[in-house]
């Protein structure tokens, strides 16, 4: 079998293989590319009223319960928090992807807002499916979408080089 018969047919069923999971990345990475655009994805950073965080954990963790849709009872129920000290601003995010913005030196609440971007990443990188899913299905798809991009490129060139190739016999020919 030719090189590239062989090429075009890895291509082929290549795409084949990897185009759901690959069309599930591609239309999830291009709502995370707006994710600070739209407040629906993303809720906005708000500003406090300091740059310097002065509250301390426990008074995190009191404002976030005193939140009914964080569903905030202990730590366990708080996924990260996110600390920006040049906005003055503590992002707790909920691990029922509630966000809770407060202020880093009132500790007082400045937004409650439902958070999707980490539910669309979980879909962009397979992990909402499953470990198993990731690994099996995902990373596979990656592998396959790296070798269409080798394959491809390599189909793209090949008509040139043949070209480049008939150009430089031809002048050896004209020249001897």
Not at 119 to 132: K, M, N, Q
Request: proline residues 4%.
């Amino acid at each position: 079998m030719k090189f590239s018969k062989l090429n075009r047919d890895v291509h082929r069923w290549g795409s084949i293989i990897a185009a759901l999971p690959l069309l599930l990345v591609i239309v999830t990475g291009i709502i995370l590319q707006l994710k600070k655009e739209f407040v629906w994805i993303q809720p906005a950073t708000q500003k406090g009223q300091l740059a310097a965080p002065e509250i301390t954990f426990q008074q995190i963790l009191a404002t976030v319960r005193d939140v009914p849709q964080a569903e905030v009872a202990d730590w366990e129920d708080i996924d990260r928090l996110d600390v920006r000290p040049d906005k003055g601003v503590v992002k707790v995010r909920c691990r029922n992807r509630w966000e809770v913005q407060i202020d880093a030196s009132t500790a007082t609440v400045l937004q409650t807002e439902y958070r999707r971007s980490d539910f669309i990443e979980s879909l962009h990188d397979g992990s909402f499916f499953s470990d198993a899913v990731k690994l099996w299905v995902f990373l596979p798809a990656a592998v396959i979408l790296a070798v269409l991009w080798f394959t491809g490129i390599y189909l793209f060139v090949l008509p040139y080089w043949a070209k480049w190739k008939r150009r430089r016999a031809k002048r050896k020919t004209v020249v001897n």
